[in-house]
């Protein structure tokens, strides 16, 4: 008897893992603008793909916000994604990813959910020598320990790694006002990281979608030290999930000169189209603005 519900229940999740068609596109949300550095990533590594991009920028910011918040507003944005008909779901938002990734799973059934956490952990390890790994992100983020707990989850017990974290929330306005080399940015982040150097670390994870913009500034502050992009890493783990499961649109060999984008904002789209392009590198076809939950 349980031997055949169990076999019931593998074609039936065959099935369904065959109605996702490669064709469709592969959903990025965030809480606003900054997962954008993610989708830069995607479409590094994932050129052909096509994508929806939802950045909920009536409710940011997420950083700042209770897990129970951050979860409803999530499940909102994915469940959006869901009915688009997504191939799969990109948490591009840190935040998200920390506080919220077991409750988008619940709602997303066999369509696989991709957070920030879990590849940039990985990566983490794979990159430092000295075991001493940082970790910068959103309070919320950093709040949950949700970096800490699965660089100790990765690493086997007796490997010496120390995990040291710091919520640096001023780095997300900084870089929406394009304040990205400015004097007062390098002595903000001079103030935030300083204590890095102290602990000797080699690596630094970029936990939240708008310090990969501040890179070389961060790079100033902590020479030597490598540093870890989220979306990068996801990019990879997500482009290997999609290969596995036959979901990958084959490489086009011709040139791309613009990938296809569907971009949808929860609110006046006017800074989101303006300040896309620092983060994707390309201007941006003008947003749709929707209504999610009951706002
Ligand atoms: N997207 C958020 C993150 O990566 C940063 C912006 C916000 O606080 O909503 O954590």
Redesign the pocket.
Known sequence: MIIFVYINYFFFKLILVRMLDKNSAIGVF???I??LSVLKQFIRFLPSENYIYLGDTAR????NKSKQIVEAYAKESAEFLISKGVKIIIIA???VSALALDSIRSISNDIDVIGMIDPAAEASLRASRNGKIGII??RA?IGSNAYINQINNISSENSNIKVFSKACPMF?PIVEEGMIRHDATKLIAEEYLSEFRNHKIDTLVLG???YPLLSHLINEVLPNVTLIDSGEHAAVYALRVLAEKRLLIEPNLQFIEKPKIDFYVTDSATNFYEQAHNFLGFKIDKPQIIKLGKD
């Open positions: 965030d809480s606003g900054g997962g940011v910011p997420y950083g938002c840190n935040t992100g959103t983020t997300v939240c979608t708008h």
